[in-house]
């Protein structure tokens, strides 16, 4: 990595440790035998995009996914299965977080959904004990808030615009390497988090 002043987190897979077979698993036990042809590739794209971009509400996802499913069952367990997904931040990670704030400007940038962001915040809470994940950046940027998610170049070029960042100067962090060339052609620095590794194992 060149010399840098900024770091722009991913969080889940980076920050957030996630399971998506969990998710899945859990629609498979409410019968949605076809979950990986409705929520993988093709209708899915566009519909969780919709939800991470704010473009449809809580209540019509819901809807949508008790509709995609052929579900008759809660809300509650709807968003049960569909938080499934969310496990843990260890706690080595975020006293990394602490540290590098001491030398770095962070943010954070993930794209998610208004069910999600909910649950990682309980998730962080009951781990930690009082305050939140925001605390440990300057800002943080949730694509179902901005309107724009990754790798759309212009999510990026919003955050460093808005902060007035050098991009160059700038390290963006992710575990998906589409994200990190997304980043890239954006003018950042880009780190691509290999599967199994973490961040406590970079040369920071």
């Not at 969080?11 to 957030?16: E, I, M, Q």
């Not at 992710?174 to 290999?194: R, S």
């Amino acid at each position: 990595m060149k010399e840098i002043s900024n770091i722009i987190f991913d969080l889940g897979g980076v920050l957030l440790n996630l399971d998506n077979q969990r998710t899945e698993d859990a629609f498979v036990s409410l019968g949605v035998g076809h979950f990986r042809s409705l929520f993988g590739h093709g209708f899915a794209a566009s519909f969780i995009r919709d939800y991470e971009i704010g473009r449809i509400s809580d209540r019509e996802f819901i809807d949508q996914l008790k509709q995609a499913g052929g579900l008759s069952v809660s809300d509650e367990v709807i968003i049960e299965a569909w938080n499934c997904m969310l496990l843990d931040f260890p706690t080595q990670r975020i006293e990394l977080l602490k540290e590098l704030g001491k030398r770095y400007r962070l943010f954070l940038f993930s794209n998610t959904n208004a069910l999600h962001l909910a649950a990682l915040q309980q998730i962080y809470r009951n781990t930690f004990g009082q305050g939140s994940l925001d605390d440990h950046f300057e800002k943080t940027y949730y694509s179902h808030i901005m309107g724009l998610r990754k790798p759309d170049r212009e999510s990026y070029q919003y955050i460093i615009t808005e902060n007035g960042l050098d991009a160059g100067r700038t390290l963006f962090v992710d575990d998906a390497l589409v994200n990190v060339d997304g980043a890239i052609a954006a003018g950042l620095q880009g780190y691509f988090l290999q599967p199994g590794t973490s961040i406590n194992e970079v040369d920071w």
